[in-house]
């Protein structure tokens, strides 16, 4: 069994930052990808980016320039981030952290606002 656990998002107004994090546990495998995801109501979830256990990254065109994903392997552990600069409300929605290793794992999403 694979542990997702997000933190970090809140309410910010535009043009703000937030940084999300996750913790992965559990029986994990270090070369897993792994992905922040947006849903935004009434939408399905979205990728927003991925990086390798190398480091490579990801973007949706959308946040490309903008956010940043960065991960960290510890022995049984595996920290992922997601810094996000000069936020809009287009940004609005559940951030969900995903673990894929064959089998996918999601985190319990953190909520981001952005509003003035």
């Known amino acids: 069994q694979v542990h997702l656990v997000e933190s970090g998002g809140g309410l910010v107004l535009p043009g703000g930052s937030l940084r999300l994090s996750c913790t992965v546990s559990g029986n994990i495998f270090s070369l897993a990808v792994m992905g922040w995801y947006r849903q935004a109501p009434g939408k399905q979830r979205e990728l927003v980016a991925s990086?390798?256990?190398?480091?490579?990254?990801?973007?949706a065109d959308s946040v490309k320039g903008r956010f940043t994903i960065s991960r960290d392997n510890a022995e049984n552990t595996i920290y992922v981030y997601l810094q996000m600069n000069r936020l809009n409300p287009e940004y609005k929605g559940v951030y969900y952290c995903n673990y894929e290793a064959g089998l996918n794992y999601w985190g319990q999403g953190t909520q981001v606002t952005v509003s003035s």
């Open positions: 990086i390798t256990h190398v480091g490579r990254a990801k973007y």
